[in-house]
């Protein structure tokens, strides 16, 4: 059984250095640019995953940036939140919403862009049947579920903050990863074991 | 299963150029709020400055008399200009006016009730255009009937109200007529009764000489031109704005203030074999044509050109001997600048020689002479380029952020 309680931390990039927030506060272009380089990728991640890929992802980024540039001025970077957590919040919802409003479709993985050089037919054409179970597993997650399990696997949030992000209650974030993982690890298991 | 699904569960990229995207979009989302706060501080201000016109325009002549013996406009009361004929008279406190003699053509601006005192009855007026004519050899009515009162003197005269706009209300005592646009009414010793037997007088002329400039031209103008003031802060605003500056584009001034940090900053075009390229997508970004990368092409090959052979001849003399490997021996020099522990005083002295604040030692040593050259790698490449796109347009591409460049701070 997975301990819930303690999610994987990813050890991602540092967070944006202080001063280069203040100057996002005074929405100082410059700096913005900065904090949308630094954190474009992990949101990116989360609302790929939340959402499946598409061009839709890349929209929401853009909104998710650009609500992070309203609220700037009313950020506070000596508070303990971290910007990281903050604009995953804000992403987060963002796809949430938008999965209250229309369904996305969650589009299968597309192959890796490279192949490794040890890459043979037939280990490849294992991972894209993994690629697909993953695909086809974490699609039929509830929005909140996923929401839980993409926060905490990959992005390293608390428990706490992850309740924050929600806007939920702790132990409800316990119970959807609990549950998440739980769905997650039958489906793939069952994968392996067909012949 | 987490470095399983991190593997396999693979993330959507953000595609080239994204922040840029949503730089320019907060920018002009910025730009555009600003816009609004704008136009609703412009129509605030227009309209503060309106009521300060107003003012302006009433508070000398809030309570005041004016006999006229030419045709005068005046602006009376809190928000009526009258036109007097000559030989008429008016004495005014605030919106309540005595005309005791001669004609008069007022134009009120809607708002509370405007009164007009004459020796033949009492008009009362929300905001219109009308005329009053007094005769004062038609009538021998006493004041005090019309329930004015307060001169009590007898006068004698016959009114003749017209009305051009609106609605009027014309009282004498007890009898009250309401007339519309087209209608004039007629109050002497018998009462207040409409007339519809003459024609109604024409207004006073139009602005050709001047004398019906109202209030509300005047306060439409001075909106117009407060607006516009306000567009043209909006404009300069946006104009400083959007010259966002390069933090590698050091004016003699960032050099000063760099000297007295004891830091070091350059920024000099990138080395690629055979030069930088831009691409299209680049070039587009740029403003610029596609062809316009040619020449941008070639300012990145020379400028590598010339700096290696630079740094070479530099570090000829530090280390003796040939020196085939500009990196490595630029390399070499920065290792002696940090050699000392401090290198703060090898920065302060370079940033001071370009803040102008000291001339460059005829003994500059190596490391010094590579720091200008660092710090000084710009100029020629922007040089090269206006050479093709002109000096504005050059320094423009020279520090903009959609190119190849290499900049570093150091302290």
Not at chain 1, 90 to 99: E, Q, V, Y
Not at chain 2, 58 to 79: F, K, L, M, N, Y
Not at chain 2, 91 to 101: E, F, K, L, P
Not at chain 2, 247 to 273: H, T, V
Request: proline letters at 5%; hydrophobic letters at 40%.
């Amino acid at each position: 059984m997975v301990d819930a309680s303690a999610p994987a931390r990813s050890s991602g990039p540092p967070e944006l250095a202080r001063d280069v927030l203040i100057r996002c506060k005074a929405l100082d272009p410059i700096a913005f640019r900065a904090f949308v380089v630094r954190y474009q990728r992990p949101v990116f991640a989360v609302l790929s995953r939340m959402l499946g890929r598409g061009p839709h992802v890349e929209d929401l980024a853009q909104e998710a940036f650009l609500r992070a540039f309203r609220a700037f001025p009313a950020f506070d970077v000596d508070a303990p939140a971290k910007p990281s957590t903050w604009i995953l919040t804000i992403a987060t919802r963002l796809a949430l919403d938008s999965r209250k409003r229309r369904v996305l479709a969650i589009l299968p993985i597309e192959a890796a862009e490279t192949e490794s050089s040890e890459t043979t037919p037939h280990t490849e054409h294992a991972r894209s049947e993994l690629r697909t179970s993953i695909a086809h597993a974490t699609a039929q997650l509830p929005d909140d579920q996923r929401a839980v399990f993409v926060l905490a696997e990959f992005h390293g949030l608390t428990m706490a903050e992850i309740a924050e992000a929600l806007d939920v209650a702790e132990a409800t974030v316990k119970t959807r990863l609990h549950r998440a993982r739980t769905k997650l690890q039958q489906r793939l298991t069952a994968h392996r074991e067909e012949p | 299963m987490t470095s399983e699904l991190e593997t396999e569960w693979e993330a959507q990229e953000p595609s080239a150029g994204f922040a840029e995207r949503v730089v320019a979009a907060a920018v002009r989302e910025r730009r555009g709020l600003r816009t609004r706060r704008y136009a609703i501080a412009g129509v605030a201000l227009a309209v503060a400055a309106a009521a300060g016109l107003v003012l302006f325009a009433q508070t000398p002549a809030s309570s005041g008399e004016v006999a006229a013996d030419r045709r005068i406009e005046a602006a009376i009361g809190s928000r009526a200009v009258a036109v007097l004929e000559p030989g008429a008279h008016i004495a005014w406190h605030g919106d309540v006016i005595n005309q005791d003699r001669g004609e008069v053509f007022y134009r009120v601006e809607p708002g509370s009730t405007f009164e007009v005192h004459t020796p033949s009855g009492d008009v009362s007026v929300l905001g219109t255009c009308f005329r009053i004519a007094i005769d004062p050899k038609e009538s021998t009515m006493k004041r005090r009937d019309f329930g004015v009162g307060a001169l009590g003197a007898v006068v004698a005269a016959t009114v003749v109200v017209g009305v051009y706009e609106g609605k009027v209300k014309v009282a004498h005592g007890k009898d009250v007529v309401t007339l519309q646009a087209g209608e004039q009414a007629i109050a002497d010793a018998q009462g207040v009764r409409t007339d519809r037997a003459r024609p109604i007088a024409s207004a006073p002329d139009k602005p050709d000489n001047g004398v019906t400039r109202t209030v509300a031209d005047l306060r439409d103008r001075l909106s117009s031109l407060e607006q516009e003031k306000a567009a043209l802060e909006l404009q300069l605003a946006s104009a400083k704005d959007g010259v966002t500056k390069n933090p590698y584009d050091l004016s003699p001034d960032d050099w000063g203030k760099l000297a007295e940090q004891g830091k070091f900053k350059y920024q000099m075009p990138c080395f690629q074999p055979g030069g930088f390229r831009p691409s299209v997508t680049q070039l587009e970004r740029l403003g610029l044509d596609a062809s316009d990368g040619d020449a941008i092409h070639e300012a990145y090959r020379r400028s590598n050109e010339n700096w290696n052979t630079d740094i070479r001849t530099i570090c000829s003399e530090a280390f003796g001997g040939e020196q085939p490997d500009a990196k490595d021996c630029m390399m070499k020099l920065f290792t002696n600048v940090y050699a000392n522990g401090d290198p703060k005083p090898a920065f302060t002295e370079l940033a001071e020689i370009r803040a102008g604040k000291r001339k460059v030692p005829k003994d500059a040593s190596p490391e010094t002479r590579m720091l200008l050259l660092l710090s000084g790698a710009m100029k020629p490449f922007e040089d090269d380029l206006a050479r093709t796109f002109g000096a504005e347009e050059a320094h423009r591409i020279a520090y903009s952020e959609d190119l190849c460049f290499q900049s570093n701070t150091m302290q």
